[in-house]
């Protein structure tokens, strides 16, 4: 049976003002099968191609804190407290960092796992 599942693509923005991104990430809930999850990846040359000051060791902590609060992490602190709708929303909320998602797009699956992983090899790598 298929299920109901949103996802967004997570971009990293160097310049904020440039409006400049990479897609280096996906984010996916879906509500009926009490699955959220997040796969990222970096590519330094990329990065560096769009920015070069760019503090990758910064990002990646970023990120890392991105999937604690996905995954509901004790680490993640009060944010990863929350239900999985409300941190999926948290989340993929538009803010101005370097940062961000894209909309929020809708889907049907039986596997949300897989299908995390299908666009995160479509829309990232």
């Not at 897609?23 to 040359?45: H, P």
């Amino acid at each position: 049976m298929k299920a109901v599942f949103e996802y967004a693509v997570v971009r990293l923005v160097p310049q904020v003002e440039r409006e400049e991104f990479i897609n280096i990430g996906v984010i996916l809930y879906c509500k009926k099968l009490r699955f959220s999850g997040f796969l990222w990846q970096l590519n330094d040359a990329k990065c560096e191609a769009l920015y070069r000051d760019l503090d990758i060791d910064m990002v990646r902590a970023h990120l890392d804190s991105f999937a604690k609060i996905c995954n509901g992490e004790q680490s993640g602190g009060k944010l990863a407290e929350l239900d999985q709708a409300e941190r999926f929303r948290w989340l993929t909320a538009k803010r101005s960092t370097i940062i961000q998602c894209s909309a929020v797009h809708p889907g049907l699956t039986d596997d949300p796992q897989q299908m995390l992983v299908h666009l995160f090899n479509k829309l990232v790598i």
